[in-house]
């Protein structure tokens, strides 16, 4: 008696048995790109920078376009940013100011400048930069108001205990005025010898 040779049933496999499709990978999901990242905003010192180095360049010549920056002008930016100092002098500016070439820097050379000054000095550049943006306008200090100066002074001019010569005499130590006493050499007609220490003390033994 020959065997019958049965047929292969085919296994079905889990997508199928349920009448389903496997579900196939989209072409985006395999390689999906990585979001790119928006790109920065320049620091706000180095706008504000770039206004004032504008500002200065025109400062004192009504014919410039302020594009570019003498040395004159440099200083004295520099110098109501209060840059000078022991360490930094108009000497050093003048120096490394004509490493360049010029007679006047337009804005890339003239950070080179400062760069080469603060690298020279051992100086943070950004320290530098910082003190120039926020130094107000030209010929405007931002530290001390015209106010404030004025009453400094008026307090320095006012102050007695500073006082020498003649206008000395005419204030006791407590800053009270004398009077005529103190403008004029009154003669005493107490009886008393002139520097007698005792006067009126008699009655008082």
Request: with cysteine.
């Amino acid at each position: 008696m020959s065997e019958e040779t049965q047929p292969e049933v085919p296994v079905p496999q889990p997508s199928e048995a349920n009448g389903e499709e496997p579900p196939k990978m989209e072409k985006s999901e395999k390689c999906e790109k990585p979001a790119e990242k928006p790109a920065e905003k320049p620091a706000a010192s180095g706008v504000s920078f770039g206004a004032t180095f504008k500002k200065f360049s025109k400062f004192g010549d009504s014919k410039s376009d302020g594009k570019t920056i003498t040395l004159s002008q440099s200083d004295k930016w520099m110098k109501q940013a209060k840059i000078f100092d022991k360490k930094i002098t108009t000497t050093d500016t003048g120096i490394h100011f004509k490493k360049q070439k010029l007679m006047k820097l337009n804005m890339e050379q003239y950070k080179a400048f400062l760069e080469d000054l603060a690298k020279t000095k051992k100086v943070e550049l950004s320290e530098i930069m910082n003190k120039m943006a926020n130094c107000g306008d030209p010929g405007v200090s931002s530290s001390v108001s015209g106010a404030g100066k004025a009453s400094s002074t008026v307090d320095r001019l006012t102050d007695v205990s500073k006082y020498t010569g003649s206008h000395k005499q005419r204030f006791d130590e407590s800053g009270k005025g004398k009077g005529i006493s103190g403008r004029k050499d009154v003669s005493d007609s107490s009886g008393y010898v002139q520097g007698y220490g005792h006067k009126d003390t008699y009655n008082k033994q």
